[in-house]
């Protein structure tokens, strides 16, 4: 399967935007996103279990990010609202080898490209 993320961009604070990830074929995994910032390590933002049911998030974007995924659109969303500078990073989508969605990148084996958004003050 192959994983195309989409939906970065330029925004300024408070603002909203949302990327999608879509996949090449269905997927019954769990799905997540991850960002890196400039000079930092690639962290979990959020994840989704197979069917949708259940959602992690990460407590800096808990109450502002929501992951959500159309199975019937092989595609994972990941809308997020009230953004912070500190939000700027490159954003990844992956699968997960597992049906549930989780905080460990090690648990991914399929990453989209990256879609970049930088939030301005």
């Known amino acids: 399967v192959q994983l195309q993320a989409s939906g970065g961009g330029f925004v300024q604070a408070g603002g909203s935007l949302r990327l999608s990830c879509a996949a090449s074929?269905?997927?019954?995994?769990?799905m997540g996103w991850f960002r890196q910032a400039p000079g930092k390590d690639r962290g979990f933002v959020a994840a989704?279990?197979?069917?949708?049911?259940?959602?992690y998030y990460a407590d800096s974007v808990k109450g502002r990010f929501t992951i959500s995924r159309d199975n019937a659109k092989n595609t994972v969303y990941l809308q997020m609202n009230s953004l912070k500078p500190e939000d700027t990073a490159v954003y990844y989508c992956?699968?997960?080898?597992?049906?549930?969605?989780?905080?460990?990148?090690?648990?991914?084996?399929?990453w989209g490209q990256g879609t970049k958004i930088t939030v301005s003050s």
């Open positions: 992956a699968r997960s080898i597992f049906s549930m969605g989780d905080y460990d990148a090690r648990h991914y084996n399929t």
């Open positions: 989704i279990d197979w069917s949708g049911g259940t959602t």
């Open positions: 074929e269905r997927t019954f995994n769990g």
